[in-house]
């Protein structure tokens, strides 16, 4: 195997695991994602540009098509499993935000997540989820609503 992939899996895995958990939120349908993203990742990795932050554009948008896939599969649809957040490696703060984030439709938790975590720009969201700016934006102000909402309960 290839050092540089090894060394792409190990810095950006753990991030592509917690964008995939926001929408399947099931540890073991995630695990299995992440490694499909990473197959398909390595079968052309050497096509793709050597810049990091291009690679875990590009393995995002992997992930959420596997993920959306993965949601509207036959398989998903008849075996709904929804973890304990509070046995996973978060601190105290984001077990909360994550027990509060699973209560929230995927489409808007995606941008929440990518926006809030990851630190992209409305503009890079849009060109990641291949979406309209506008789309984004109002997703992004739904989320928070429902969330605001989902917090005050």
Same mark, same amino acid.
């Given at each position: 195997?290839?050092?540089?992939?090894?060394?792409?899996?190990?810095?950006?895995?753990?991030?592509?695991?917690?964008?995939?958990?926001?929408?399947?939120?099931?540890?073991?349908?995630? +695990?299995?994602?992440? @490694?499909?993203?990473?197959?398909? &990742?390595?079968?052309? *990795?050497?096509? =793709?540009?050597?810049?990091? %932050?291009?690679?875990?554009?590009?393995?995002?948008?992997?992930?959420?098509?596997?993920?959306?896939?993965?949601?509207?599969?036959?398989?998903?649809?008849?075996?709904?499993?929804?973890?304990?957040?509070?046995?996973?490696?978060?601190?105290?703060?984001?077990?909360?935000?994550?027990?509060?984030?699973? +209560?929230?439709?995927? @489409?808007?938790?995606?941008?929440? &997540?990518?926006?809030? *975590?990851?630190? =992209?720009?409305?503009?890079? %969201?849009?060109?990641?989820?291949?979406?309209?700016?506008?789309?984004?934006?109002?997703?992004?102000?739904?989320?928070?609503?429902?969330?605001?909402?989902?917090?005050?309960?």
């Amino acid at each position: 195997m290839d050092e540089n992939f090894t060394t792409i899996y190990k810095q950006l895995a753990p991030d592509i695991y917690k964008l995939i958990f926001s929408y399947t939120l099931n540890t073991c349908d995630t +695990k299995d994602i992440l @490694q499909n993203v990473f197959i398909k &990742y390595y079968k052309n *990795y050497k096509r =793709y540009p050597n810049d990091i %932050i291009q690679i875990k554009k590009i393995l995002i948008r992997i992930a959420s098509n596997l993920s959306k896939n993965f949601l509207k599969s036959k398989w998903h649809s008849k075996t709904l499993l929804i973890d304990d957040v509070s046995k996973y490696q978060f601190n105290d703060n984001d077990t909360r935000m994550v027990a509060e984030l699973s +209560k929230i439709p995927h @489409q808007y938790r995606i941008v929440l &997540y990518l926006f809030y *975590y990851e630190g =992209y720009k409305i503009s890079e %969201i849009s060109e990641i989820l291949k979406m309209n700016e506008s789309t984004i934006k109002q997703r992004l102000r739904r989320a928070r609503e429902k969330l605001q909402k989902e917090m005050e309960i």
